[in-house]
C-alpha cells in the first residue's frame, strides 16, 4: 500500500513507539500548526497546481526549531527534564500521538482533521521524560460524509479511512521516481507536485485558520508549465529552493509537467513536448509522446 516508499515498511516498532528510540520517553506533547489561508483560485488554464503546504518555506526545521525551544523553556521549568522534538523525520507515527493527545480524528481520507482546524494543519512533538496527565482521543466527526472519498480522482481510497498510497496522486508526483502509471494519468490532471482535492471537499475546512507561526508563502499554488518544463526551468528552480517542492529533483518535475502538458489539451505545448518525446531519458521521452497523443485527441 505505500508504492516504492519502502522506508515505510521499516522501524516499524519504532514507528508504534517513541521509547524505541527515546529510552526515557514517559510522555508525549503534541502540537499542531496550521498552515490555511485563503482558498486558492481556480487555476488558469495551463497552470500546474501545487499543494498549498509546498508554497512555504520547507516546515521540518521551522517546527522542530518551534519544539526545541518549548522544551528548552520547560526545562527552565522543570528540572531534570529531557525533551526531544520531532516533526516528520523521525521514525514515529506522529499522526497517531496527536489523535491520541485530542488535537483531532483521523478522517476517512486518513488526513488528522480537527473540528476547529479542519486538516490544514502540520503536527510536530516533544518527546518528555516526565509523566503528563494524558489528554483524550478526539471523537469521529466524520458521520456519513464520504466528500473526500469520491472525489479522488485515482481511487486511492480503497475504503474509509484506508489510503492506497500507490494510487495517490501526491504519491505519484512526489515520491514515485519512474514512470507513472497509464492508467492513473488522466486522473492527475494538472497536478505537479502533491494533491489537496480530498482536503479541498472536506466540510471541517470551513474552519481552517489562517498560518500565524509558519513564514508565509512564497510561490503561488499555481505555476505555469512553460517554467517547469521549459528553457526557463533552470528560473523556476532557483525560486523553489529551501520550499519543499524543492524535494522533486528537476528530472521528476519535468515529468509531472509534462504530464499536466497533455492533459491540458493545449496545442501550445506541442514544440515543448515534442523535444522531449527524444530526450535521452526514456521516461521523460516516454511521458511526452504520451501528452502528444492526448493533444492530438483534441
Known sequence: MHGEMDYMARNADSRRDIRAWMKDAKSVLMCGFSYGGAPPSEPAPGMGRVARYATRSDYHEILREKMRALGNWLATEVPGLHAVPFSDMSPILERSYASAAGLGWQGKNTMLLGSDLGSYFLIAGLG???????????????GTCTKCLDACPTDAFPSAYKLDASKCIAYFTIESKGKI??????GI?????????????CPWNRFEKPARVLPPPKIATELPLEELAGPASAGVRARLKGLPIARAVRKRLTRNALLAMGNSRLPRYRPILESYSVDADPVLAEQARWSLARLAQE
Open 128 to 142: 518528555l521524560n516526565i509523566d503528563l496527565p494524558a489528554d483524550s482521543a478526539g471523537p469521529d466527526q466524520c
Open 189 to 201: 490532471g494538472d497536478w505537479v507536485y502533491g494533491c489537496d482535492i480530498c482536503q479541498e471537499v
Open 181 to 186: 502509471p497509464e492508467a492513473f494519468r488522466e
